[in-house]
């Protein structure tokens, strides 16, 4: 993930988005290619949405996602990298969804407020997100799907 770190940091940047795309493609590559050593670790299927989405390839973080939704909601870290792939992909509603979820398995709340790609999400809601975290920390909800199935 050396490559990732190196896209993030000059993501977050002023003027290195650019910068940052061929570091983002490297990684994803050396992404793809563990992937195909390990399908369906969950470790790399997060770093992929978050990869993908980190470059504004939409279709392929949401197809992701959707080989994330059917192996299960029981990953913290993996709800966690949804929610900021969702938010990414400015879907705010999905973004609160799977955090939510994430918080649910034992995501902190202060790693969510401590990250760069939801800062946006962390100032225009912190209050409405604390109290929501709180309250999740005390309902017998059970991931994600329960959540979905609320709508």
Known sequence: MTWANWAKALYWVEGGRQQSIPKFEKAIE???????????????????????????????????????DSLGPDNGQLLFQIGS????????????????????????VAEIFSTPELKKLTLSCSKQLRGWAAHLQKTDIKGQRHLDNQK
């Not at 369906?40 to 504004?56: C, E």
């Not at 392929?60 to 994330?68: E, F, G, K, N, P």
């Not at 792939?85 to 999905?94: F, V, W």
């Open 30 to 68: 050396m992404t793809w290619e563990d992937w195909k050593e390990s399908p369906g670790d969950p470790v790399l299927l997060g770093d992929l949405i978050d990869l993908h989405a980190m470059i504004g390839d939409r279709e392929t973080a949401l197809r992701l996602i959707a080989v994330a």
């Open 85 to 108: 792939a969702y938010e990414l992909l400015d879907d705010r509603e999905a973004a609160l969804l799977y955090l939510g979820g994430a918080i649910r398995h034992g995501i902190p």
